[in-house]
């Protein structure tokens, strides 16, 4: 479970919300929490509304200080065992230090190569050959972004979404036959199927589409 939490300044901007939206992206946040004190009510809806949240757990500000975590309100919002994790983190203040990026693979938080080749290492469910043909793969940059987003299935799917909490839908919002999975979206979708089906050649076809994700 990723969680930001940000004592932010200037929500107000122009660019807040799109900033937020790729914190959300970049580091797969589960969970963000904002605290800032100068903006609330309608004018807070409204900046909430652009950062193309599913739901939000509101706490209108009551002057421009720090305080303490509404923990009646967030377990009305999520499980018991994530509000605990919440609750023992020091809520953000004004008066501490800025926020700063950790890495927390690594003990002491700072990014090294070791601990990121070690953390990738522990996943025995992919071949590390699938890797190797993402990154020595010649192609636009875009494309092997996508494709390590898939090997790593890392694709914000409506089942990854309701595993994290953050929808109560599952199905994929085109068919509504299964579930949203990363699979489901590039192939056993009946819309994708239809694709793949007109240029896959037919003596190839249930070998195609028996095959799992990795392979």
């Known amino acids: ?67 303490v975590w509404d923990a009646n309100k967030l377990r009305t919002w999520l499980p018991e065992e994530l509000v605990e994790k919440i609750i023992a983190m020091t809520p953000p203040s004004p008066w501490k230090d800025d926020d700063q990026l950790a890495w927390n693979v690594s003990s002491d938080g700072t990014f090294n190569l070791r601990s990121a080749y070690n953390s990738l290492d522990r996943n025995p469910s992919m071949p590390v050959q699938v890797f190797k043909y993402v990154w020595k793969w010649n192609g636009p940059e875009r494309i092997r972004y996508l494709l390590w987003l898939v090997t790593n299935e890392a694709i914000l799917t409506n089942a990854t979404r309701a595993r994290r909490h953050m929808t109560n839908i599952a199905n994929c919002p085109r068919c509504n036959a299964e579930e949203e999975t990363t699979i489901h979206v590039l192939r056993d979708c009946q819309f994708a199927r239809k694709v793949w089906s007109s240029l896959v050649p037919q003596d190839h076809l249930s070998e195609f589409f028996n095959t799992d994700l990795p392979e």
């Open 1 to 67: 479970m990723n969680i930001i939490c940000w004592n932010c300044r200037g929500a107000g901007g122009k660019g807040f919300p799109t900033l937020i939206r790729d914190l959300r992206r970049n580091y797969e946040a589960h969970l963000i929490i904002l605290l800032e004190t100068h903006v609330s009510g309608d004018r807070g809806k409204i900046i909430r509304n652009k950062m193309g949240f599913d739901s939000c757990c509101v706490e209108e500000a009551r002057g421009h200080s720090g305080g």
